[in-house]
C-alpha cells in the first residue's frame, strides 16, 4: 500500500514550526526520523491531511549537558528532538552521565534503524513495548514541549497515558527531553527477551542503582516495558530497596513486589503467565547487573 494524499510541510526554523502546527492542529503529523510513523503512512493506519517534516530545524540537532550549577535546568542531560537514537549512542559522555540510556540504546532495533530513529520521537510514540518510554519513565525524564501557548515541561510520570496516547495536545511540538544526570556510584542496567535480535521485547526491564560509600542502596529505580498499555514504574520494589544491602534476596523480593500486581496482555507473541514470569526474571538479572556495575564504580573513583 502507498500513503494516502497529504500535503508536505518543512518549516525552517521552530517558530515556523510552532506557528505551522498551530494552524493545522490535529490534521497534521509531525515527522522527524520516521521510523514509526511512516509504516502507518505506508499502512494507511495513519492519514494525516499534512505532514510536517521538522529535519530542517537544525537546532533541534543538539546533545547536551547541562552541570548542576549552570542553569536551573541544571543536572540534565538534554536531547533535542531531532538528535537521532545513533547520535546518542555514539556521544562518549552518555555511559557516564545517564548509563541506564546508554545501556538501552544499542538494543533499540538494528543500527540502520538506530540512524534515522529519534529518541524524542520514540518517547512520543509511547509505544509501551519499547525501550525509551521505559528509561524515562525509570529516570523521571522530563518531555520539553512548545506550542504557540509557550514552552512546558511533562515529568515522564504524568506523559504516558495510554497504548499510543500522550498527554500531548494536537499542536505540541516535542522539542527536547531532559534526562537527570546520574549520582555518583550509581550503576544501571536495561534487560529484555525478544524472539530476535532487534524485535519488539516481551518485556523488558530498566533498572538503576546507587549506593553509598558501605555499599547499601540510596536510591533505586525500576520500569517495566512490554507489560501493560504504558510503560510501569514499580514505585514499591522501589521503596523497598532503599536502605537495604544489596543481595540477592532483596532482588528476589523487589521482583516478586514488582510483578505481584501485573496483568500483562496475552497475544500472539507469548501469554501473559509467560510475560509475567520473565519480567520477574528480568527484574532480578537487571538488579544484579545494575549492581555489579554501581560497585565497578567504586574501584574507578
Not at 257 to 285: C, M, N, Q, S
Amino acid at each position: 500500500m502507498k500513503p494516502a494524499p497529504f500535503t508536505y510541510h518543512r518549516p525552517a526554523d521552530l517558530d515556523s514550526l510552532v506557528a505551522t502546527m498551530a494552524d493545522l492542529g490535529d490534521e497534521a503529523k509531525l515527522l522527524a526520523g520516521g521510523q514509526s510513523l511512516v509504516p502507518l503512512l505506508a499502512l494507511r493506519l495513519a492519514s494525516p491531511t499534512h505532514l510536517v517534516d521538522m529535519t530542517r530545524v537544525l537546532d533541534l540537532r543538539a546533545v547536551d549537558v547541562h552541570e548542576a550549577g549552570e542553569s536551573a535546568d541544571a543536572g540534565y542531560l538534554v536531547v533535542g528532538a531531532n538528535a537521532t537514537q545513533r547520535d546518542v549512542e555514539l556521544d562518549l559522555r552518555i555511559a557516564a552521565r545517564v548509563p541506564l540510556l546508554a545501556d538501552a540504546l544499542p538494543l533499540i532495533a538494528h543500527p540502520q534503524i538506530r540512524n534515522r530513529g529519534t529518541v524524542c520521537g520514540s518517547i512520543a510514540h509511547a509505544d509501551p513495548a519499547a525501550e525509551l518510554p521505559a528509561v524515562a519513565l525509570a529516570l523521571d525524564a522530563r518531555i520539553v514541549v512548545r506550542s504557540a501557548r509557550g514552552t512546558r515541561r511533562i515529568d515522564a510520570s504524568d506523559f504516558f497515558l495510554s497504548y499510543l496516547e500522550t498527554a500531548l495536545e494536537p499542536d505540541d511540538v516535542v522539542v527536547a527531553v531532559e534526562f537527570p544526570l546520574a549520582a555518583p556510584h550509581t550503576g544501571a542496567a536495561f534487560h529484555e527477551i525478544s524472539r530476535r535480535h532487534g524485535d519488539f521485547a516481551m518485556a523488558g526491564v530498566a533498572a538503576s542503582l546507587t549506593l553509598d560509600h558501605d555499599g547499601r542502596i540510596v536510591d533505586a529505580r525500576l520500569a517495566l516495558s512490554g507489560v501493560a498499555s504504558i510503560p510501569l514504574r514499580a514505585a514499591a520494589a522501589e521503596a523497598g530497596l532503599v536502605g537495604a544491602a544489596p543481595t540477592d534476596e532483596a532482588f528476589l523480593a523487589a521482583s516478586s513486589e514488582a510483578t505481584a500486581l501485573l496483568d500483562p496482555p496475552d497475544d500472539i507473541h507469548a501469554t501473559a503467565a509467560y510475560r509475567k514470569h520473565i519480567a520477574g526474571v528480568l527484574v532480578r538479572r537487571a538488579l544484579r547487573a545494575a549492581h555489579e556495575r554501581a560497585l565497578a564504580g567504586f574501584e574507578q573513583s
